[in-house]
């Protein structure tokens, strides 16, 4: 299937690595080019050589926290590239713990980067976009179940698929996608870490993997051929929606 993404530009945050970085290579490889953006300055820089070099990916040093980001990115983007044509908005996972026992001060930071970094992001660029655009929100399964131990991301994510559903309703008479992306159990650093807070993390991936049907972990270029899929124009009709990518993790119709 040709997705239709040759040549089209796209900025991605938080892709220096993971998922983020999954969907840049996807991207690429079908032929569009991307702005990635991570705090790591090192890393960013070494993930746009890794696609490629300047022809097809350029690094940007940000953080969604900043509210000169979004604008940062689409000007990247156009200065660069001449044009954009998307975004997948992916920002860290907030703290681990239970939601009672979780301090006001974590709470506040978490959602002035996850809740509202994403919320600024999504409304800046989708308001460049030209008709065709599509925005991709990285969130997680626990928008539809809450997860064990994620309090923090129980509370957040549900609310995020609120509001991009709110946006992809103003934006949508425009030819402007928000799709939400749902990522199950994949293994990234972020679930290495959740993995390793246990104190047995053997053990912690082996009752993971036990209750997903699949009976294993994804992979993060599995999550970026779905993200990549729902951000070209191939995705045209999809809007205002969340897609799961969790091996069937989910137990909800």
Request: proline share 7%; charged share 20%.
């Amino acid at each position: 299937m040709d997705l239709g993404l040759t040549d089209r530009v796209y900025v991605l945050t938080g892709a220096s690595r993971g998922l983020g970085y999954a969907t840049a290579q996807s991207l690429v490889a079908d032929g569009a080019r991307v702005v990635l953006s991570a705090r790591d300055p090192d890393a960013v820089a070494a993930a746009a050589q890794q696609l490629g070099g300047p022809e097809h990916a350029v690094g940007l040093t940000a953080d969604l926290t900043d509210p000169e980001t979004p604008g940062q990115l689409v000007a990247a983007a156009q200065e660069h590239f001449g044009r954009l044509d998307g975004a997948l908005i992916s920002v860290g996972g907030p703290p681990a713990g239970n939601a009672a026992a979780i301090s006001d001060e974590q709470w506040r930071l978490s959602f002035e980067t996850v809740f509202l970094g994403t919320i600024r992001a999504v409304r800046t660029i989708a308001a460049a976009l030209p008709e065709g655009g599509a925005i991709g929100l990285v969130l997680s399964t626990s928008a539809r179940g809450p997860v064990p131990g994620l309090g923090i991301s129980n509370g957040l994510r549900p609310g995020l698929v609120g509001a991009a559903k709110d946006i992809a309703d103003d934006y949508g008479p425009r030819g402007v996608r928000v799709v939400g992306l749902l990522p199950g159990r994949i293994m990234t650093d972020r679930n290495r870490e959740l993995f390793a807070a246990t104190g047995d993390p053997d053990r912690a991936r082996a009752d993971a993997e036990a209750s997903i049907p699949l009976r294993r972990l994804g992979d993060p270029g599995e999550f970026g051929r779905v993200a990549a899929f729902v951000l070209s124009p191939a995705a045209s009709y999809l809007t205002g929606i969340t897609v799961p990518v969790d091996g069937g993790a989910l137990r909800g119709l």
